[in-house]
């Protein structure tokens, strides 16, 4: 696949993109890191970073998230909301506005998971989310939405996934940005719709799980927490990762 890194690139994608400023790299730690700091450099709302790899790409709680060079999309917007209103559903809403965007350029379903994972059918992942907020005092400054997705399914990484192999980036990239500052301009809690969405996608309803709590998934409530019906009733859980039973984390 074409390298994204080069300066000549740049002015041009955004334009494409419609967003103010694009930085593109051969190689960095992480999209994340690197929003952050130009972040604090004052770059402005709809600032996009895309790199050919990672060599320290993370996830939730800090995972690692495999980013070879350019077997996927590896990238971060940074957002610079009014107000933190929608941010604690905010990975929920990508992963249900992502889904369709995503399958059309996959080879089978698309399937969402509590609280910021998109997978294919066959319970292989393919697209991440990590949402990160940075304060000053009780005002949110900015907000950095990294997104991974697998174009190829990383060697020797279990239940991975990718997208049909002659997926262009440039492809994926201008079809994503818009879906995501899109959701990121809705704010509030989930909506009814957006509820019925994530509910024909979820691929955890009805399975048996032992994280966050110990039970069977019943779905998820407007304000992002996942319902999980124990022996005691159902308990709503806001934090944690989701682990089937029988599965490792």
Known sequence: MPSFAGIDAAPALAAVLGVPRVALFATVKSTMDEAHRLAEEGAPAGTVILSDEQTAGRGRTGRQWVSNARDGLWMTILERPASASGLDVLSLRLGIHLAPVLEAFAE???????????????????????????????????????????????????????????????????????????????????????LAQFAARDLSVGRRCVQPAVGIVRGITADGALAVEGDTGVVHCRRGSLVFEGDSE
């Open 108 to 194: 089978s379903a698309v399937q969402v998971k509590w609280p910021n994972d998109i997978y294919l059918s066959g319970a292989r992942k393919l697209c991440g989310i990590l949402v990160e907020a940075r304060w000053r005092d009780e005002r949110i400054e900015w907000v950095a939405i990294g997104i991974g997705v697998n174009i190829r399914a990383p060697e020797g990484v279990p239940h991975a996934g990718g997208l049909r192999p002659t997926t262009h980036r440039r492809d994926l990239v201008t079809a994503i940005v818009p879906v995501i500052r899109s959701a990121v301009s809705v704010g509030g809690p989930l909506t009814s719709d957006e």
